[in-house]
């Protein structure tokens, strides 16, 4: 099954594996420099998948925020 998966877009993948070895340092799991993965543990795996995934809720939240904020802003202008 490698190589089924592709990201929606491809630029964002240097930016997922940087977050990616940022949580794992976070956590204290060290991620093998030869992207050899099958000595990981999968309790470890998936607290940094886990982890990935909270920070990318909290990013896009923020910048939902942010435009919902700059909309109601934009709106009371124009009155």
Known sequence: ???RRQNLVPQARQG???LK???AQSIGVTLPQD???GFLQTRD???IGGN???QMITLAEQQ???QAGGA???AQAGR
Do not use: H, S
């Open 1 to 3: 099954m490698p190589g």
């Open 16 to 18: 997922l594996d940087q």
């Open 21 to 23: 070895y940022e949580v």
């Open 35 to 37: 992207g050899y993965y």
């Open 45 to 47: 795996a998936g607290a």
């Open 52 to 54: 990935m995934v909270r």
């Open 64 to 66: 939902l925020a942010g």
């Open 72 to 74: 109601a802003l934009g």
